[in-house]
């Protein structure tokens, strides 16, 4: 989706000049295609890297809506400090990267994940599988956008977010996405919204309540022949304050930055086809810490 700094959706989230949602960085990268055959999406060589295009911009906006309405009413903190990390900056330890050896949880609240410990773990797990959810394809249609907001946030909160989100998923909206005006596909292509979780870390935690950071990179875009918004992938850090609400974390507020972000390999970039194929055959995961 696409918003601006915590009031809107673009600055945060979108990598200001080099931005993304209410949620931002600041590093380059190239990706070398090989001359010849095109890319599936009607260039022969993805061009390096132009100005932030409006479909970048939602994509990282649509990773996390949520954390975009928060920003407009006022309840999402914001941990800007440029360098696309979060927290204070300290060096990792060799555990940051270890796996816990818990088990993901097998409780369900809907089709979302449930059931989390109430630690450290439990939160961060919680933070990375709703992380997952408020990225997918499930937040564009009004009935299961409310079932994910229900599942992952405070019920304190739930209402004033939804209307919100009400607002801002409009026809314009939905058509500079690529999709048709009331939220639905276009024949014959297939609309990709997916966040993938690639670590977390809890920046604090006392007793009912905890903030967790999880970077994440995500695919956005239309796959299929004749898209013209084709699948990209980004990078962010969403930030999660949870609170422990009827047994399970909650999210009470959220927010995003850009990054941090690799540098891209040289992979040739896949058809379109290649795209919707993997898309549709490859299902997501229970994220556990």
């Known amino acids: 989706m696409s918003h601006g700094d915590e009031s809107g959706y673009g600055d945060d989230a979108v990598r200001t000049d080099d931005p993304y949602s ?9 990706t070398r295609l090989p001359d010849g055959e095109g890319d599936g999406y009607g260039t022969s060589r993805r061009p390096a890297r ?52 818990t088990k993901p949880v097998t409780g369900k609240n809907g089709t979302i994940p449930s059931g989390f410990a109430h630690d450290e773990q439990g939160a ?10 408020l990225g997918s394809v499930g937040m564009f249609k009004a ?11 405070d019920p304190a ?19 500079n996405v690529g999709l048709n005006e009331d939220g639905t596909t276009p024949s014959g292509l297939t609309f990709v919204s997916r966040t993938i979780p690639v670590g977390a870390k ?12 999880v970077w994440c990179t995500g695919l956005v875009g239309m796959a299929g022949q004749g898209s013209t918004k084709p699948v ?44 919707a194929g993997a898309v549709e055959g490859y299902g997501g995961f229970t994220y556990a810490r």
């Open 50 to 101: 132009k100005p932030r295009s409006l479909v970048t911009v939602v994509g990282v906006v649509v990773l996390l809506l949520a954390a975009i309405a928060f920003a407009n009413m006022g309840g999402g903190d914001r941990n800007d400090n440029g360098d696309g990390s979060g927290g204070s900056g300290s060096k990792p330890d060799s555990s940051s990267t270890a796996a816990t050896g």
């Open 22 to 30: 209410t949620i931002g960085g600041t590093r380059q990268t190239r």
């Open 157 to 175: 909160v739930v209402e004033n977010l939804l209307a919100a989100m009400a607002k801002a998923y409009s026809p314009n909206f939905f058509k």
């Open 232 to 275: 990209t992938a980004t990078w962010f850090t969403l930030s999660e304050k949870l609170k422990w609400v009827g047994g399970d974390w909650r999210i009470e507020s959220s927010s995003q930055k850009e990054g941090p972000t690799p540098v891209n390999g040289d992979n040739r970039a896949s058809t379109a086809d290649e795209i």
């Open 202 to 213: 809890v920046i604090e935690q006392s007793g009912d309540t905890a903030t967790v950071e």
């Open 124 to 133: 961060q797990s919680a933070a990375s599988n709703y992380a997952v959810a």
């Open 143 to 153: 009935d299961t956008r409310r079932s994910i907001v229900q599942a992952t946030h």
